[in-house]
């Protein structure tokens, strides 16, 4: 009964200690998990940034400008870290405080900058999975942290969903282990002294390879001592073939002397020749200074003419120019009298328009008038006429009328 017992204890704790079975059953857990889970997403992204930033260039168009720039200051930071703890493990100085203090800055301003990068690649979920499935096969220190940190969010989710009663079982289940151990360090000590007796043996080899290999050595020190002597005769050799050389070089040189006695007469036979031609050139030197000097004076005399023909044209121009000042003031004193008197002749023609207007006005209102009146005068005349018949037209029609009313 005790066999069954601890299978089912063991099959429990098994069960136990698998993750994926476990589900959270509580807020406060499901909080916790989900902080773990998120520190564990952001571990994973930062472990992904020196990959990036050593190729930088072919994520530039997935990351986007913002990303990159975050990038490339992450990148500058950290190598001035690197260099500020190179410099500080070379150097031992008094700056040592400035150095520690500049570092400290270093750090939390490459914090943040991890922050930051953190943040714009969390804000895209779909660049962080392109990432990642771009960078795959990757072995680095972190890896091994953020699997070492996966193996504690998953023994957390174990603690927190673990009851009294399966905390039992499982301490059950781990002295049974304590047994077994003590039970595997038995054999392991036996096997430790098996391994012993091994490397005995191995060492008894090993004492009779290095009488062979000191039996090799005294034979190499014969061999050095054989090349030794082959070196002297060699030495020998090449100082008899140097002393050879040697004459062979003394006599070359005593050539090369004839050769340059030869050759300093050709350079003083030259050398006199070449004063000859110096003096010739130096006499034409001397000529062409006259001519240029002559030259020259007459310029300056040219130029003493040509200045005061100058002076006395400018002396002209200034004149003319002080009355052609004069004509302009002149001129524009006329032009605006000649203004003022246009100005007044439109003003006079203007009044005379308005006045033979005004004229016009008059003359047609009074030929208006007269013949209105004419009209007058002529209706008034034939005024009295006209009722006077009137009058005899009335007379007939009432006689008219009462015949007719008589006849019926």
């Known amino acids: 009964m005790a066999a069954p017992e601890k299978a089912t204890t063991m099959l429990n704790a098994i069960k136990m200690s698998e ?34 930033i050593d190729s930088l260039d072919r994520f530039v168009d997935m990351l986007g400008p913002e990303i990159t720039n975050k990038l490339t200051e992450h990148q500058r930071l950290s190598t001035e870290v690197r260099h500020l703890l190179a410099s500080s493990g070379e150097e031992n100085t008094m700056g040592t405080k400035e150095q520690w203090s500049r570092l400290c800055l270093l ?39 953020i699997k070492a940190f996966r193996e504690f969010r998953n023994l957390m989710l174990e603690r927190l969903l673990t009851s009294p009663v399966e905390e039992e079982e ?27 007796a ?24 014969e061999l050095t001592e054989a090349c030794k002597t082959g070196i002297q005769q060699m030495k020998e050799e090449g100082e008899k073939q140097q002393k050879e050389e040697l004459q062979a070089a003394r006599a070359r040189c005593g050539r090369l002397r004839q050769d340059v006695q030869q050759l300093g007469a050709q350079l003083h036979a ?22 240029i000097m002559n030259w020259v004076q007459k310029y300056d005399t040219d130029m003493a003419e040509k200045q005061a023909e100058y002076e006395e044209v400018s002396a002209a121009y200034a004149k003319e120019k002080a009355q052609l000042s004069l004509l302009t003031e002149k001129h524009a004193m006329l032009l605006q009298e000649y203004s003022q008197i246009q100005e007044e002749r439109r003003i006079r023609q203007e009044k005379e328009e308005r006045e033979l207007e005004e004229l016009n006005t ?47």
């Not at 490459?110 to 690649?121: A, D, F, G, T």
């Not at 289940?173 to 012993?196: G, H, P, V």
């Not at 006429?385 to 006849?407: E, M, Q, V």
């Open 270 to 291: 030259l050398v006199l020749e070449h004063r000859e031609s110096e003096l010739a050139l130096r006499k034409r030197k001397c000529r062409a200074e006259m001519e």
């Open 198 to 221: 091994a490397i005995r043996t191995c060492e008894e080899e090993t004492h009779k390879k290095d009488n062979e290999i000191r039996i090799l050595k005294s034979s190499m020190q």
């Open 362 to 408: 008059k003359t047609r209102a009074a030929t208006c008038i007269q013949a209105f009146w004419r009209g007058y005068l002529v209706r008034s005349v034939f005024k009295p006429k006209k009722k006077k018949g009137k009058g005899k037209g009335k007379g007939k029609g009432k006689d008219k009328g009462k015949g007719k009313k008589a006849k019926k």
């Open 19 to 52: 993750p994926r079975q476990l589900k959270p059953n509580s807020v406060e857990t499901e909080r916790i998990i989900t902080v773990l889970d998120e520190m564990i997403a952001k571990l994973e992204l930062s472990s992904l940034v020196p990959w990036i």
């Open 107 to 145: 750090e939390q301003r490459l914090k943040c900058s991890v922050r930051n990068v953190l943040r714009l690649l969390l804000a895209n979920p779909s660049l962080c999975q392109a990432l990642k499935y771009e960078i795959r096969t990757r072995e680095s220190p972190a890896e091994v942290f």
């Open 170 to 196: 499982k301490i059950r289940f781990m002295e049974d282990l304590s047994l077994q151990i003590e039970k595997n360090t038995e054999a392991i000590t036996a096997l430790r002294a098996e391994l012993a």
